[in-house]
């Protein structure tokens, strides 16, 4: 039979060579000759050279192209002596079972060789293909995959080329262009298969060749996931062939994976049932085993818990292989877990734990079972369960950090701080080259959290390198310039804020932020003009979009504050003013107020300040510190108005806001002088006094102070022991004996 190969490619070439054209003049037929033998098509070179003799008129010219000629006739026979000393070696390596991946590598070689013509070369791969079809993972199976595909290109590329030869016949070409779809397939280059098979599929001579075309036209397309075309091409392919029942299931798998990526659920699972209910034997298929998976997918995909454990239930009675058994037990888990089935759900748990071949698969079931003890709030259980898997060997990163993540959930429920940042800590050093950009911002601000700022600013930097998009830019380049800001690194962070504010991506509220984080860097900075601006930019953009104003107190707050600083009360009151309306948000509203209340009050105007102080506590939902402000507004107000009793009511009502010593210092004063000022009794102001000093907030320097005003007001014949007691209080509080003269105090204090 090889014989017979060699001796057909031999005659193939003669029949090129006696179809050549005849030369007119000897010029010509050197030219020719030359041309053919840096080809290395010596059969042609040789005729060109005899033709050259006889055009030759001298004998030296005739001498030359005899030589000439031989010369090529002996490169013609030693490489048909070659290439049959190849083929023979492809034989005996062939019968050979143990030495199949050797006569791949064979094989490999005459097909990369530039010395055999495209003719010899698709005659070998005919040879060769009783072997590659015999074991078609015979190189793979040796570790050596890439060989495999290296074969199956340049199979598809010796099948291109023969198909081009010039008088081939329509039968041989339609094999070559066949040869040379299946080859893309297999090299994964489903493009040429696509063009390849669509071709085929129009001009092919036979219907078994459409057919295959048709086949490999849905091969290809879905290597290329069209998943459109796979379905069109699947249903011409399902309405024509008359084929093996093997193939047509094979393209039913190919239509429901189709329609599974396309969504069309109901559709990806009567294509699958169509195939995993065939009567062949249980399993051995693959399309079988991949279908009843993809039921599996489709039937999740829909939340049908009650067809996905029957059809699980089925799979699992019919007994495949370990792998599509555990899948199906993982998902009769999940269903026990979703209906909450608790006498099912131990049981499901046990037999994944035990049916998992690898420790990321038992990591992946702990973590299932991890889930839904937290959803029960059984947090110590799933603490637990977190801790077992984190100490299985063998784990890859992504199962750890999912475990982590859930371990760090439960210290957090269950008030576990130091292992709570310890797990946020490991969570932020888990850091690869190839982790994606929001694992990165995440484990940025686990790092932020752990108040570890030096490390949150790496993993942040890394996640600015690591963005795809402006919006990723932009929130990688806000968060690092967050934490150089806390680290009082002004400059660095102000350089990111501006990178982050110009960059489109961010929400409005980012935008703000970004901008008004700018303007505070600037004042850090010294450079206040700038930073003024920046707000009032701010809030100028507030005033063209009342709808972003809840974010635009802090700017407002930012600017105006050093306005009030340099006495510019005026132009406090005209820009507050504008941010009264109901149009605006409540929060600015209040700011605004608040402003408006203080700037007004130290102009000399306090019936304005009491009623923008009034308006500010006539909002809904002020905080105590907006509260607290607007009492003792109100309580100065009242002051210069001398209507004391009112400004001792409002400074009372300020004394009970929030916790802290000096703002309640503030607010006690008011109605210390309050009283005094209204001509009450000593009585009545020890009274006071005394209620002060049992106030739990007031403490220190603040507390001292009050005592002594307290002793101020006391007889110092009568009341001489009360006096003694009050001054040996003073000194438990620390401070220098100077500060315990009554008398002293007594001015000071008042």
């Not at 973590?367 to 898997?389: D, G, P, T, V």
């Amino acid at each position: 039979m090889y014989r017979k190969i060699a001796l057909y490619a031999l005659c193939l070439m003669m029949l090129s060579a006696t179809a050549a054209e005849r030369y007119l003049t000897r010029r010509e037929a050197i030219r020719a000759a030359n041309d053919f033998r840096r080809q290395k098509r010596y059969v042609e070179a040789e005729h060109a050279f005899r033709e050259a003799q006889r055009l030759s008129k001298s004998a030296n010219e005739r001498k030359s192209a005899r030589e000439s000629a031989n010369e090529m006739h002996g490169r013609a026979r030693a490489l048909q002596n070659d290439f049959k000393n190849q083929i023979d070696e492809l034989k005996s390596l062939w019968r050979d079972d143990d030495s199949s991946g050797e006569a791949a590598r064979c094989y490999s070689a005459i097909m990369q060789s530039e010395e055999f013509p495209v003719a010899m070369k698709f005659e070998a791969y005919r040879i060769c293909n009783g072997l590659l079809s015999r074991d078609a993972n015979t190189a793979r199976l040796k570790g050596d995959y890439k060989l495999w595909q290296q074969i199956q290109a340049r199979r598809a590329k010796v099948a291109q080329q023969a198909a081009e030869l010039p008088d081939l016949q329509l039968e041989k070409h339609d094999e070559a262009l066949r040869e040379a779809m299946f080859a893309s397939r297999d090299a994964k280059d489903f493009e040429t298969c696509i063009r390849t098979a669509g071709y085929l599929l129009e001009n092919a001579s036979t219907h078994k060749t459409r057919m295959n075309a048709a086949a490999m036209l849905v091969h290809g397309y879905h290597g290329i996931k069209d998943y459109e075309n796979v379905i069109r091409s699947g249903d011409v392919f399902l309405r024509q062939s008359t084929g093996e029942f093997r193939e047509k299931q094979e393209i039913r798998f190919f239509i429901g994976n189709a329609c599974l990526a396309l969504k069309r659920y109901e559709d990806a699972v009567r294509a699958f049932r169509g195939v995993a209910t065939t009567e062949e034997e249980s399993g051995s298929n693959w399309h079988i085993r991949a279908a009843k998976s993809g039921l599996i997918r489709a039937y999740e995909a829909l939340n049908d818990d009650v067809r996905l454990k029957r059809v699980c239930e089925e799979i699992l009675s019919q007994g495949f292989d370990e792998e599509l058994n555990r899948l199906c037990n993982v998902q009769l888990f999940r269903i026990a877990l979703r209906t909450n089935n608790k006498a099912t759900i131990a049981a499901a748990y046990q037999r994944c734990l035990k049916e998992s071949v690898n420790a990321d698969q038992k990591a992946g079931t702990i973590h299932l079972y991890m889930s839904w003890l937290i959803k029960e709030k059984r947090h110590e259980e799933a603490l637990k369960a977190a801790q077992e898997a984190l100490a299985l060997p063998g784990c890859s990163e992504q199962q750890k950090e999912r475990n982590l993540r859930r371990a760090a959930e439960c210290c957090a429920r269950l008030k576990m701080n130091d292992d709570f940042n310890k797990c946020q800590l490991t969570l932020a050093k888990t850091i690869r080259r190839d982790t994606p950009f929001e694992e990165l911002l995440a484990r940025a601000n686990a790092a932020s959290a752990g108040k570890d700022s030096g490390l949150a600013i790496g993993l942040a930097e890394q996640a600015i390198k690591a963005s795809t998009n402006s919006e990723q830019l932009a929130r990688a380049s806000l968060f690092c310039a967050k934490q150089y800001f806390m680290r009082k690194e002004h400059k660095r962070a102000l350089d990111l804020f501006e990178r982050a504010s110009n960059t489109e991506g961010l929400s409005i509220r980012e935008q703000i932020d970004a901008f008004c984080s700018a303007g505070r860097c600037h004042a850090a900075l010294g450079n206040g003009k700038q930073a003024e601006a920046i707000f009032l930019k701010a809030l100028k953009y507030g005033l063209r979009h009342p709808d972003v104003s809840v974010w635009l107190a802090g700017p407002f707050y930012e600017l105006t504050r050093p306005m009030m600083n340099r006495k510019e009360f005026k132009e406090v009151i005209t820009l507050a003013e504008r941010f009264t309306g109901e149009e605006f948000h409540r929060n600015l509203r209040i700011a605004a107020y608040r402003q408006l209340a203080s700037a007004q009050l130290r102009s000399g105007d306090p019936d304005a300040a009491i009623a923008s102080a009034e308006n500010v506590l006539s909002l809904e939902k002020p905080t105590v510190w907006d509260t607290f402000d607007a009492n003792m507004t109100l309580a100065q107000a009242y002051q210069k108005k001398k209507d004391y009793d009112r400004a001792e009511h409002y400074a009372r009502n300020a004394a009970n806001g929030p916790e802290n010593s000096g703002s309640r210092r503030w607010a006690w004063w008011i109605v210390v002088n309050s009283c005094r000022a209204s001509g009450q009794s000593s009585q009545k102001q020890c009274s006071v006094l005394r209620t002060i000093l049992e106030d739990p907030v007031i403490s220190g320097r603040d507390k001292v102070d009050f005592r002594l005003a307290y002793i101020a007001l006391l007889d110092p014949e009568k009341d001489k022991n009360k006096i003694s007691q009050q001054i040996n209080l003073c000194k438990k509080e620390a401070l220098s004996p100077a500060h315990y003269c009554p008398v002293k105090v007594s001015r000071r204090a008042c």
